[in-house]
């Protein structure tokens, strides 16, 4: 069976390590975990991993953030994913730093990335694992907050939390979103 998990970033080296791309983060651990190596093509950087029977598609969109939803529809095409086998990593101001929610479906949240995905996609009823990248910056200053690289406060735990977001990827494969949403949405 097959699953195709979208990582949110924006492409190029000034935007490396920041909040933005933790969604990119999340799968370059995935993809080391598992030996997988990333080649660049049609709009996406792409991985394959196979676990216990399962192959995984690992797709970090090269098209920016804004346009997300191309690179989406592409790749599931491409590889003949349907939408409930999407998995969706992606930023979140509203949780705290490092806390991890699993969603089956729901709205862009104000994020652009999402809003793509939705609009091209023509629907909301797709998975999406939220890492949580707190709120702590000015009023008027949130585009900057997310484009900002970690604090080193934040960069001691952010292993062991990009770790536990691959597990939960990992299990929304094996056992499925509602498990999954069990399992890590209480940690």
């Given at each position: ?97 490092g806390k ?40 008027g200053r ?46």
């Amino acid at each position: 069976m097959k699953y195709m998990i979208v990582g949110l970033g924006n492409p190029g080296p000034e935007y490396v390590n920041t909040r933005h791309n933790i969604g990119f983060q999340v799968l370059d651990t995935l993809a080391k975990t598992f030996n997988a190596s990333f080649e660049s093509d049609r709009y996406a950087e792409v991985a394959e991993v196979r676990h216990k029977g399962r192959t995984f598609i690992l797709a970090k969109p090269q098209t920016f953030m804004n346009l997300s939803g191309k690179a989406v529809r592409y790749w599931m095409e491409k590889e003949n994913v349907p939408l409930d086998r999407v998995l969706v990593v992606t930023d979140d101001l509203a949780l705290p730093f490092g806390k991890i929610r699993l969603r089956a479906s729901g709205s862009a949240g104000g994020h652009n990335g999402l809003t793509s995905i939705i609009e091209v996609l023509g629907s909301l009823d797709f998975a999406r694992l939220r890492f949580g990248i707190g709120a702590d910056f000015p009023r008027g200053r949130q585009a900057e907050h997310v484009l900002s690289p970690w604090t080193v406060e934040e960069g001691k735990t952010l292993e062991e939390r990009t770790e536990i977001a691959c597990k939960a990827v990992l299990q929304f494969g094996l056992l499925g979103i509602a498990h999954a949403m069990n399992n890590f949405n209480t940690r």
